[in-house]
């Protein structure tokens, strides 16, 4: 993943980054699935360099015969802009990028960040028209 992103006008907010991937094309679909389930989200999810920094941390995998292109989505929720940045400058990061080459086509990540979120739908108010509190 790239690392050059522009620095948002609030770093202070959450950050939630959503990363559409594509798997290697030497890959199945299982051989992907088991690689990014068993090995890089433990990986993440147990290096404290990287998992200390990761509020949240979920992987979405397309349903079997999705016609998106993609194979997955991973959501990752920072407490802030630099959350995420300090998370790619820890020394661990370098072992997260090295993984993805292993079960990832890097060229085809897409990746976007968000800091606010409008739910429209919510059981729980459900009979409420959006906007009114």
Do not use: C
């Not at 407490?79 to 990028?97: G, K, Q, T, Y």
Request: proline residues 7%.
């Amino acid at each position: 993943m790239a690392t050059d992103f522009t620095v948002p006008a609030d770093q202070t907010d959450p950050v939630r980054l959503f990363a559409f991937v594509k798997r290697r094309s030497d890959l199945s679909r299982e051989q992907f699935l088991d690689h990014w389930r068993r090995v890089h989200g433990p990986l993440i999810r147990d290096n404290p360099g990287l998992a200390e920094r990761i509020v949240r941390y979920e992987q979405h995998a397309a349903l079997p015969g999705d016609r998106s292109g993609w194979d997955g989505v991973a959501v990752q929720e920072f407490a802030s802009w630099d959350d995420f940045v300090a998370m790619l400058a820890d020394p661990a990061a370098e072992a997260m990028r090295a993984d993805e080459a292993e079960f990832l086509d890097p060229a085809s990540i897409a990746v976007v960040f968000t800091h606010d979120r409008v739910v429209v739908i919510d059981p729980d108010q459900k009979r409420r028209p959006v906007g009114h509190e």
